[in-house]
Every structure is written in structure tokens, then in C-alpha cells.
């Protein structure tokens, strides 16, 4: 909403500074957009262009001869609708315009001493003017005076982006009752009619349905159709509304002053000298002022003259019926509409307006009669118009207030300040809010324009802000309760810092297409669509987080960041369960010392450990990482293993599958992926500390050769099995697959740890027990390295 | 030999030994082992009569002490050297650089996040999160949002099903909380977590962001203390001299509704670029709870009352960090992520 500060002025007194005045406003009123200068040229003039000639080196220029009252100086002009006689804006040599400073400047040899300005050379949207060239003044504009005082453009004004709750702030009359409020000032609404003339209107006016609430009418004969004056024209352009002719501009102005739309029909176009207000039959049809047919609906609402529609009410004049250069009598229609009716054509139909957007959101039923008048008026004043008498109307509004009552006590428990009870009654009085006191409780009447106060909530915020949220201490509340995380919020934190030491934490959208979404488990089960998608690449949420880190690896990649180590702690989403889940990417070198000519390259067994110290860390009981049942989707079938809780699998890790890495165009990365809710189930915190040994341990190193196909796991197991209690530790320190052990076999070198509680071991028992191991292994086809 | 000449022969040959443990060991042999000349005196001695053995012993011993003494400071001399050689052997140019591993980070809105979390913790708030898939129930009705409420077009939503929605607040969780706790229970929350906004995605606009929510719910709780509250929670922020001041808004579910500016931490309140001049700086929405708002969640507005508060943890990052274009946030680029340690 745009406020040109002259308009308000004319409604409500600002007698402090207009920059301290916006910025009470922002702070008691609504947000304030912008506020300056309409137009922040100083130094302008009015000239008259006295003579003018064409260019002797250009077909295009002239050299115009420009009277601005101090001076008479020549201007090169390039507009292509000079004309001798006409008043112009002059822009002369030292003048700031918005595309710069005007010089003194010789073009084509011919000396030019300013410029003769188009309205979008001073800052004023071209829209504005409306032809090419420069501006033209009316002729009695006066030369040498300032053009923007001349055409009232010399004036302040201020932008509010209004929330959904204050459509009261959508006329200027509306802003002058929140000024008042909170400057303690005087308003100005003179509520006198025009004086109307003895012949008396002879239409008569009905409605069909109860859509239509309030249907007041003026008939105003004689009207001379022309350009507005300037100050109406200036004071709408403010507005950011193109001036038309004095009838649109007048029913524009009132709209803005009053938030109350009006329409002007071509009074001798209504032959039946009747209007019906009715709902349109379905597939009824109207000419629309755009020359636009529109098919209707049962839901629109159509003034009619009792057979043919007339208008789309609250949306859209009708040709038919329009005010035309040569109008003559005009019927004026201020009505109130049901806001949803207006609501419902206006989107079906993809027109809005300034009027259909204020139906909408509903009109204060007390500026109906008052925006007629006031329009009535100035046709009388601007049009030349003679006013009739009389005008048919209806009413079935109810005009009276609600009541909200609201104690001292509340408000003060509420806000957490002691009020008095003065500036309470300075607030409603400011806000020209009726109110009687009992005791400490005020029971107020609430004026129509604010529908929005229904509760003593919504009075509070009302005293509070006009009062001033300034008022209001900074008090530290007292802690009653002691705050903390839960077990599980701790536990994922926890995975936070540790992973964040030496990988790094991402966070990525969580939309993604159906191929990425379900790409690492290739289930559509439970998939969450999206049924009002902004584009294609953003319908579903993803099952996993990988393709995001993989995608993720190729920016940086493309941004010469090679090494890539990520992890993002996210969410698998079904349409039954949002599961946590923790998701990595490893890809590069993971530490070096290049000078040293050390390297470490990321591999399976470096995710590996990583995983497991972590699991270690977290207290995590009972996990192995296991060749999977079945191939995991996206991974290498070689290079990929399950993450096991017990029987449970919980994730997986891996390298990615050469299809994946083709798919999705990415180098060659290790990854992996699992619950943490399952994670933190099988955490357990340390209880009490495992008795250290106070007898020396004796080691013993075997390098046993197998078949290639059993894995590692297996071996330990076997020998921790033999080894029963004394055996405390297993370590693999060498692998070994050289032809030289046969076909199919590799050897591991485990070193055995073997210690008691409770006593010193004796060489002789472990050898025994290492004897034992080997038997048992060689049972199973395992022997020792000869 | 006589005593004195052996006295400066031992002096002369320690003094005049080249620096070397074998040596000297062999020299150590040679004047004071079982077969040495002081050893030798020694024995002598039981052949002089009685009353010269005090004098010529006391010499003797002292000759011995002597030699002793010159062997143990040239061994020490000689084995301060070698170590010195050694660790002069063993020194390395400290500046060449140390082992490279991959520095990791924590992305800064769970940064944020964290601080916020801890902050909150500490003034006795609980962390709570739910689901993001939820009900229109949840996130716009009990809010005090019913259908076609001209606030639902303040945030346009993507909907999974006519009921199902991408929540577009975390304010969500306040309602499954209230009614948890059953309408008798003091509420003290806060809530981070993912929402999602039907929004094109530009340097100010993100289709997902990271909201937190704040909501305290009891019988006495004011508008004083929401000022107080946000005023610490400002200062941890932004910095200890932050003040914060409020403006009217609109939102369903709080009334009186606010906005809340936080005073310019770079220009100090003279008006800078990144204040637009004002002095002041829009950091969040807040305000008390609406009482539609408690009844729906089971709360008798007649005897409790509370406070909501809603940030966007991105705001809070690109302010406090100077990121000026949001989908940096979510681009990953390890040159910035890497600077959050």
C-alpha cells in the first residue's frame, strides 16, 4: 500500500518530524517498505518552449528555445513531439536526474543548456505518460515555477506491506485512524453531502440474493469528460495507479482514500431505469469492459438492469455500459458485496483489481456512504457534474459493534508491565474505540473497519503497540525446570563431533526425483510424492542421502576440491516413518605427507575402521560388518558388507557399483549408510570397569594358510573357540596369497594373546593350548604355515 | 715412580686425551686397576715402617681421589659430546609440514543449531522434534490456521495428499507437545528441524530451511520475559551490547504477534549497508500464544498463558557469518563448509 503523505496529511495532523513519523509507524503500526521523495529531482522548472528548429546536422534533433523565466536558453532535444507553445519540465545544466548530472554539453556542434524532460527521466514510470517525447504540462502551468510542486508530485510517500490481519490499512482513511492513535492527533473526515440538486434520481434499485449486503447509488447528470486536474492525477500516480479521465480517476482516488470501491455506469445505457442485483444463470454471458465475453456461473454475482447484465459485480464493469468520452450522465454505485462471492469469480475468472481485492477482504460498511459523497463531490467540483437528489438503495447490514471486554489485570499479566489505567484510555481513545469502564474492566466497542479484533488478546496487542512495545522491560524468566537433551539427542551429537574431526558434515535437500530417491534400495514403497511439485528434479523424498553426497562430491570436484569426505546425518522417509539415518561419502586421499612420500588413499578397510571405532566409541554392543546376503543395490558386490546389530542389519558399507558411478557420472567413492535410531538401541553406556590382569600375558604368532573362500571372521572365530578363556585377544598382522601356498588358499598371520586373571602362565600350558588351536583348526582344513 | 711425578703424569695424560670412551676407559686401566702404579704404592706400603704409613696413605688415597675424579669429569665430557652429536644427528626442520588429514567440519546451521540448543538448555528448555511429513491438522488447524485462512497463502505448501502436507514450520511439534503433556504440564520447548516452503529457490528463498521454535507454556509467562528471553538469546548471538526491540505483526497462532529487530552488530546502531540504514536488524517472529491455539492443544486459556518464537537458523547464519546467498548453505562447497571447524 502506498501512501502519498500530502493525501494523508489531508485526513489526520502530522505535526512532528515525517521521518520520526514513519519510524513510530514501522514500530506501532505495520512494516514500512520504503519512504522518500515520489520523485528525488530537485532543481526542476517549468519552460515554455518558445521556438523551435530542426538540427543542421541531424535528421532527428532539434534545437528547441526554452523560456524559463529567469532565462531564455537553446536545448537540443531528440523527442520526436516538440511543439512550439507547450510547457515542459526543464531540466537545466547542474540538475542530479537519476541518470545523472546535466551538463552544458555541445551536441553536433550546437550548444544545448539542459533538458526537456519525459516523465521516466525524472523517475516516473513511463506507464505514467502514456505517449513517447517529453512530458507536456497543461497550458496554465506556471514557467519558471517548480513542475512537481505544480503537478503535486513534490510529496513523501510511504510503503507498508500490510499483514493478512490489517486490510483496515488498505485505504488512506484506514492509515489516518493508526496515525491518530499514535501521534495523540486530530482527524478530518468532513461527512457533509454534496449539495444535490431538486430533480431526484429515478432509478430504483433491488437485489435477488443476499450476496449483496449494501447497494447505495448517486445519479450524477452533466458530467464533462476530461483529463484530471493535476493534483489528482499527481496524487494518483503516487498511488501507482495511470490516470484516465476524471470519472476513473475520481472513483480510483475515493477507492484509495476509502477502501470503499465504486462503480460508474453510463447512466442512459440502464433503459429499464432499473438495477437488480442477481446471481448470473449458469452459462450466462457478459461483455466484459476488456471486450472479453465471459461464460458465467450460478456463483457469479451481476448488477443487472432487471434483464441483461450490467456489470460482473465487485470484478469487472461490462462494455455495454461503460463510461465513454462522450457519457454524459453517470449512475454511481458504492455497494458491499459477500467477499466470498467476489473471492470465488475474481480467481475463476484470473481477474483482480484494487476494487475486488478490498471485496475480498472486506469493507468497512461506514465509508460506503461517506466514499459515495465524497465521489459525488468531486464530480460536482471536477467534473462539473450536478448532483440529483435521492438515489434508491438498500441496506441489510448489521451496523452495530461488537463488544470485547478486556481487565487491567489481564492486560498486565499478559504484557508483564503495570499499566495504568489512563494509558489504556489514551489507547482506545486514540484508536477511536468507544469504551465503558467498571471497576478496572473496559468493555469496548469495536469499530467496523477493525474486524480483526474479535478477543481481549487482540486488544492487548492493540494497547501494547500503540503504547509502545518499548515499554515493555526485558525480563529474565525464572528457571523452574532443568533443560536437557535426550539420551538419543546426546547420542547423535555425540556422532557429530567425532565424525566432524576428519570428515565433513553436510546438509542437502531432502526433495529429489524418483530414480534418486529410491536409487540404494530400489523400493517404491511408502514413497512420499509430492502432489504440487515446483519442478521436476524436487517431487519426492529421498530413502537415501547418497545420491545428494554423491552430487555433492561432483561440485566440489568440479571445483577442484578432489578429496571428499562427508557425512550428513538425515532422514529416510516413508509415508509411515521418518527413519534417521547416517550417511558418508569417502573419496580421495585421506591424509598425507607427501614429502615423506606418504600417502593414504581411501579404501574399504579405512570406511571400515572408521565405522567401527566409532561404534566403539559409542558404546555400541553386539555389530559386525558382514559380506551381505544379498548384493546391496549401487555397490560393488566384491567390495560391499552389511551392518549388523545381532541378526539385524542396519546399514551397509561399500564401494560404489561401476553402474552407479556411471549413472550418476561420479568418481570412484566408498560409502555407507545406517539407522541411528537402531545404532542408539544397541549403545550401551559403560556400568562398571572389565579387572585388568595383574600377570604378564604371553604372545604367540601362527601364520595359518586356508582356503581363500573363508573369510577372516571365520578363522578367528575357529581359533577363539580353541582357545577357550586364556586366549584374551586375536590380532591379524600379515595376509599372504602367493602361488607358492596352491591353488586357491591364502595365508593369515594371527598373533595370539594369552593371559590369566589369576595367576602367571607357565610356557609349557600355553604351547599345550596352542597345540589344541592347531588340531582343532587343522579338523576344519586350516593348517600352519611349514 | 715417584708420587708427584705420577701425580702430573696422571694431570697430563686426562688433560691431553683425545675425546674418546675407549681410551680413556683403557687410561682409567692403566693408572687405577689392580696392576696400576697407585695400586702398586698401595701394596708398597706395608713394607715402610709403621709411622709413615699415615702420611704417605693419606697422599696416596689422595692421588687416588684425584685420578678418580679428572676420569669422571673427562668420562662425562665425552659422554655429553656424544649425546650432544646425537641429538644434533636427530634434528629435523620443524617447519617442513606436519601429516595432512582431511580436516573435518560441522555444517554451520547445525552450528547454530547447537548453540541455540545449548542456550536454551541451560535457561530449562527441552529439545523436541517430529515428524516431517504432517497432518494439515497439525500444522495449520491446531494453529489456529483453518482452511482458506488468508495466512495459508502466506506460506504456500507442497501437499502430499489432500491431509498430508510437507510441514512448513516446526511449530508443528508445539501442537503434538501441548497435547502430550495432556493440558496440565509446564511447556518449555525448543524445535529445530527441516521445513519446507513452496518457494522458487534464490539467494534469499530456499524450498527447505531449518526453523527453530521456541514455546513456553505456563500459568504466568509475559511478554516481559518473551523480551527478556530473546534478549539473551540475541546477545549470545550477535554479542553481549545487542538490544532487541519489537514491531507488530501477524501471525494465527500468537496475539499479540511481533516482529523482533536485533541492533546493527556491525554498524552499532549508525546505519550501515547490512541494516539498510536503519540501525536494526530483523532477526524473527514471535509473540504470545494465541488462546485458540491453547484451547485446541488442551489448555485452558483461562489459567495458562505462553510465549512461541520461531528463527530460521539460515537467517541466523548468513547474518552472523556474512553468507550472502542461502543456497550456499545447501551447495556444500568444502571451501566454506571446511571453516566451520
Known amino acids: ?197 431538486k430533480e431526484k434520481a429515478d432509478i430504483k434499485v433491488q437485489t435477488e440474493t443476499p450476496n449483496c449486503m449494501r447497494y447505495l447509488s448517486k445519479v450524477i447528470k452533466d458530467v464533462e469528460i476530461k483529463e484530471s486536474p493535476a493534483w489528482l492525477k499527481g496524487a494518483l500516480m503516487k498511488m501507482d495507479i495511470r490516470p484516465i479521465n476524471n470519472v476513473v480517476d475520481i472513483t480510483n482516488y475515493v477507492l484509495m482514500v476509502t477502501g470503499q470501491p465504486l462503480h460508474a455506469f453510463n447512466y442512459d445505457k440502464i433503459k429499464s431505469k432499473k438495477i437488480v442485483v442477481r446471481m448470473a444463470k449458469e452459462g450466462e454471458t457478459l461483455t466484459t469492459l476488456d471486450h472479453q465475453e465471459r461464460t458465467l456461473t450460478k456463483n457469479d454475482m451481476l448488477i443487472t438492469d432487471g434483464k441483461k447484465g450490467l456489470c460482473l459485480a465487485g470484478v469487472m ?219 521436476d528434479d524436487r517431487i519426492y523424498l529421498r530413502h537415501s542421502t547418497l545420491p545428494s553426497l554423491i552430487e555433492v562430491v561432483k561440485y566440489n570436484q568440479n571445483r577442484k576440491t578432489l578429496d571428499n569426505f562427508l557425512f550428513e546425518i538425515g532422514r529416510r522417509y516413508t509415508l509411515d516413518s521418518e527413519e534417521a539415518i547416517l550417511s558418508g561419502i569417502l573419496t580421495g586421499t585421506i591424509s598425507n605427507t607427501l614429502w615423506k612420500g606418504e600417502k593414504e ?67 570412484m567413492s566408498f560409502v555407507f549408510e545406517f539407522s541411528l535410531e537402531k545404532l542408539f538401541a544397541a549403545s550401551h553406556p559403560l556400568k562398571t570397569v572389565k579387572e585388568i590382569s595383574k600377570y604378564p600375558f604371553i604372545s604367540r604368532d601362527l601364520a595359518l594358510v586356508m582356503d581363500s573362500d573363508k573369510s577372516c571372521e571365520y578363522l578367528i572365530s575357529c581359533v577363539k573357540k580353541a582357545g577357550k578363556r586364556t586366549l584374551t585377544d586375536v590380532k591379524v598382522f600379515d595376509l599372504f596369497t602367493g602361488q607358492s601356498l596352491g591353488e586357491n588358499k591364502k595365508q593369515i598371520a594371527l598373533k595370539l594373546i594369552f593371559q590369566d586373571m589369576n595367576r602367571t602362565l607357565e610356557t609349557a600350558e600355553v604351547d599345550d593350548l596352542v597345540e589344541q588351536i592347531l588340531s582343532q583348526l587343522e579338523k576344519l582344513g586350516i593348517t600352519l604355515r611349514s | 715412580m715417584e708420587l708427584e711425578e705420577l701425580r702430573k703424569k696422571i694431570c697430563d695424560d686426562f688433560q691431553n686425551l683425545k675425546l674418546n670412551l675407549q681410551t680413556l676407559t683403557e687410561l682409567r686401566a692403566q693408572y687405577l686397576g689392580k696392576k696400576g702404579p697407585i695400586q702398586e704404592m698401595l701394596l708398597e706400603m706395608k713394607n ?30 665425552i659422554e655429553d659430546k656424544l649425546t650432544q652429536e646425537a641429538l644434533s644427528k636427530e634434528a629435523v626442520d620443524v617447519t617442513l609440514p606436519g601429516k595432512e588429514i582431511n580436516t573435518g567440519s560441522i555444517h554451520v546451521l547445525n552450528k547454530v543449531i547447537e548453540e541455540v540448543e545449548d542456550l536454551f538448555i541451560g535457561m530449562g528448555y527441552e529439545v523436541k522434534d517430529g515428524p516431517e511429513v ?31 502436507l510437507l510441514r512448513t514450520q516446526t511449530s508443528a511439534v508445539q501442537a503434538h507437545t501441548m497435547l502430550e503433556s495432556g493440558g496440565e504440564k509446564d511447556v518449555r520447548i525448543i524445535c529445530p528441524g527441516r521445513a519446507y516452503r513452496r518457494d522458487d529457490d534464490d539467494a534469499t528463498h530456499s524450498h527447505e530451511f531449518t526453523q527453530i521454535e521456541g514455546l513456553v507454556v505456563n500459568k504466568d509467562v509475559t511478554m516481559a520475559e518473551l523480551k527478556g528471553t530473546l534478549t539473551v538469546m540475541a546477545r549470545k548471538l550477535f554479542g553481549d551490547d545487542r538490544e532487541i526491540r519489537f514491531r507488530p505483526s501477524y501471525f494465527p497462532f500468537t496475539e499479540p504477534s511481533i516482529e523482533v529487530d536485533v541492533s546493527c552488530f556491525k554498524c552499532h546502531g549508525k546505519g550501515c549497508n547490512l541494516c539498510k540504514g536503519t540501525g536494526w536488524i530483523e532477526i524473527l517472529g514471535a509473540g504470545m500464544v494465541n488462546n485458540n491455539v491453547l484451547k485446541m492443544c488442551g489448555y485452558d486459556p483461562k489459567k495458562y498463558q505462553g510465549f512461541a518464537f520461531g528463527v530460521g537458523a539460515e537467517r541466523i547464519a548468513m547474518l552472523k557469518y556474512g553468507i550472502e546467498d542461502i543456497r550456499s548453505l545447501y551447495a556444500n562447497d568444502l571451501r566454506q563448509n571446511k571453516q566451520f571447524k
Open chain 2, 48 to 77: 715402610l715402617p709403621n709411622e709413615e704409613k699415615p702420611k704417605l696413605g693419606e697422599k696416596v688415597n689422595a692421588l687416588k681421589a684425584l685420578a678418580t675424579e679428572l676420569f669422571d669429569e673427562k668420562k662425562k665430557e
Open chain 1, 317 to 535: 464493469g461490462g462494455l455495454d455500459s461503460e463510461v465513454e468520452q462522450d457519457t454524459k450522465n453517470i449512475f454511481l454505485e458504492a455497494a458491499l458485496f459477500n467477499p466470498k462471492t467476489i473471492k470465488e469469480t475474481s480467481k475463476r475468472l484470473g481477474l483482480s483489481s484494487e476494487s475486488s481485492m478490498r471485496f475480498e477482504k472486506g469493507i468497512d460498511p461506514k465509508m460506503t456512504e461517506y466514499a459515495l459523497n465524497l465521489a459525488a463531490k468531486m464530480f460536482k467540483d471536477i467534473a462539473g457534474g450536478k448532483v440529483l437528489s435521492g438515489g434508491y438503495s438498500f441496506d441489510n447490514i448489521d451496523m452495530s459493534d461488537k463488544i470485547v471486554s478486556v481487565s487491567l489485570k489481564t492486560i498486565n499479566k499478559v504484557l508483564g508491565r503495570t499499566y495504568t489505567l489512563d494509558e489504556i484510555k489514551d489507547v482506545f481513545t486514540g484508536l477511536s474505540f468507544e469504551y465503558s469502564l467498571k471497576g478496572t474492566t473496559f468493555k469496548v466497542s469495536i469499530p467496523k473497519r477493525r474486524p480483526d479484533i474479535e478477543t481481549y488478546q487482540d486488544l492487548i496487542e492493540e494497547i501494547v503497540r500503540i503504547n509502545g512495545y518499548d515499554k515493555i522491560d526485558a525480563v529474565i524468566p525464572p528457571s523452574t525446570s532443568s533443560g536437557h537433551l535426550s539420551n538419543y539427542q546426546a547420542f547423535v551429537r555425540k556422532i557429530r563431533h567425532i565424525l566432524s574431526y576428519n570428515l565433513n558434515e553436510t546438509i542437502t535437500y531432502s526433495l529429489t526425483t524418483q530414480e534418486k530417491a529410491t536409487y540404494f534400495d530400489n523400493k517404491e514403497y511408502g514413497l512420499v510424492k509430492i502432489m504440487n511439485p515446483l519442478s
Open chain 2, 134 to 164: 504432517e497432518s494439515d491438522l497439525y500444522n495449520f488447524q491446531y494453529l489456529n490456521i483453518p482452511k482458506d485462512h488468508p495466512a495459508r497463502a502466506m506460506q504456500d505448501t507442497f501437499y502430499v495428499d489432500v491431509d498430508r
Open chain 1, 1 to 197: 500500500m502506498l501512501i502519498p503523505i500530502s493525501v494523508l496529511k489531508k485526513y489526520v495532523d502530522i505535526d512532528i518530524d515525517i521521518k520520526d513519523f514513519v519510524k513510530n509507524f514501522s514500530l506501532k503500526s505495520a512494516e514500512v517498505d520504503s519512504f522518500g521523495p515520489f520523485v528525488d529531482v530537485k532543481g526542476l522548472v517549468i519552460g515554455k518552449i518558445l521556438a523551435t528548429k530542426d538540427h543542421p546536422d541531424s535528421n532527428h534533433l532539434h534545437i528547441t528555445t526554452v523560456d524559463t523565466k529567469d532565462e531564455i536558453q537553446d536545448i537540443v532535444c531528440g523527442a520526436p513531439n516538440v511543439m512550439v507553445g507547450k510547457k515542459v519540465i526543464v531540466a537545466k545544466v547542474g540538475t542530479e536526474l537519476p541518470g545523472g548530472i546535466i551538463k552544458k554539453a555541445v551536441i553536433r556542434g550546437v550548444e544545448s543548456c539542459g533538458m526537456n524532460c519525459a516523465l521516466d527521466e525524472i523517475g516516473i514510470d513511463h506507464k505514467f505518460q502514456g505517449y513517447e517525447g517529453i512530458y507536456y504540462l497543461d497550458d496554465d502551468a506556471p514557467v519558471g515555477a517548480d513542475p512537481l510542486k505544480y503537478l503535486g508530485l513534490d510529496d513523501d510517500v510511504l510503503e507498508i506491506e500490510l499483514t493478512p490481519n490489517r486490510n483496515d490499512l488498505l485505504s488512506i482513511i484506514g492509515v489516518a485512524y493508526d496515525t491518530k492513535a499514535m501521534l495523540g492527533s486530530k482527524m478530518h473526515i468532513d461527512f457533509t453531502k454534496a449539495t444535490e440538486e
Open chain 1, 601 to 667: 588413499e581411501v579404501d574399504f578397510f579405512y570406511v571400515k575402521g572408521l565405522i567401527e571405532n566409532l561404534f566403539n566409541k559409542l558404546g555400541v554392543k553386539n555389530y559386525s560388518i558382514q559380506k551381505p546376503i544379498d548384493a546391496l543395490r549401487g555397490l560393488h558386490p566384491g567390495v560391499s558388507a552389511s551392518i549388523l546389530i545381532g541378526r539385524e542389519e542396519i546399514g551397509f558399507i561399500g564401494r560404489l557399483h561401476p553402474d552407479a558411478i556411471k549413472y550418476f557420472d561420479c568418481p
